[in-house]
């Protein structure tokens, strides 16, 4: 008989006819992690499409001038205004959902304070819009700022802890490359993009 024995947790999960040995089938996996694997798919391809916007409107801030911003202002406003909303959108999201890679990990008191206003913003003025908050919009966002180093340290933490799950599951997405690869592929867009307006 062979024993098919989940590769991953190690428990038995059926007997089926096989040439007469009991072993393990090399990569085999139950229902159960084989799940938990795809929604870790799932949970990195959200992840990138938030870092991804975050990284380009991190790369607008830093690499647009003042002669180029103000010959395109209404364009690179509405770019940065769109990115914003929508990598915290995400960011909210993510955070809220609360993936296995990090269910149980505890944020320390100051990264609770970042992912507060990142909640705050996708409550108030992202995901809803709020009449209250539009009518005095620079108030919220004083009341609440939420600098690009403080979202890149949230990004940096929840990829550092997917990577750490990655090894500790073997599933071998690297997250870490995947994210490397991002910031490498969107700077160089990006410059191509930017040679347009030169």
């Not at 007997?15 to 798919?41: H, P, R, Y």
């Not at 960011?91 to 304070?113: G, M, N, W």
């Not at 979202?151 to 997917?162: H, M, P, S, T």
């Amino acid at each position: 008989m062979y024993e098919n024995i989940c590769s991953k947790c190690g428990r038995s999960m059926s007997s089926v006819a096989w040439n007469g040995t009991s072993s393990t089938v090399a990569g085999l996996q139950c229902i159960e992690c084989s799940s938990k694997m795809n929604d870790f798919e799932i949970f990195l391809k959200c992840l990138s499409v938030a870092y991804r916007e975050f990284f380009l409107y991190k790369t607008i801030h830093e690499e647009i001038g003042e002669e180029k911003y103000r010959a395109h202002k209404e364009l690179w406003d509405t770019l940065i205004l769109s990115l914003e909303l929508d990598y915290k959108i995400w960011l909210a999201k993510i955070l809220e959902t609360r993936h296995e890679c990090f269910k149980s990990y505890k944020f320390a008191s100051d990264y609770q304070l970042i992912i507060e206003k990142i909640e705050k913003w996708r409550d108030n003025f992202g995901a809803h819009f709020k009449s209250n908050i539009l009518r005095n919009w620079k108030v919220f966002i004083e009341a609440n700022p939420l600098s690009i180093e403080s979202a890149g340290k949230i990004f940096e933490k929840i990829i550092d802890l997917a990577e750490e799950y990655d090894r500790n599951t073997g599933s071998k997405m690297k997250p870490k490359e995947q994210f490397s690869l991002i910031v490498e592929k969107t700077k160089k867009q990006f410059n191509e993009y930017l040679s347009v307006f030169s």
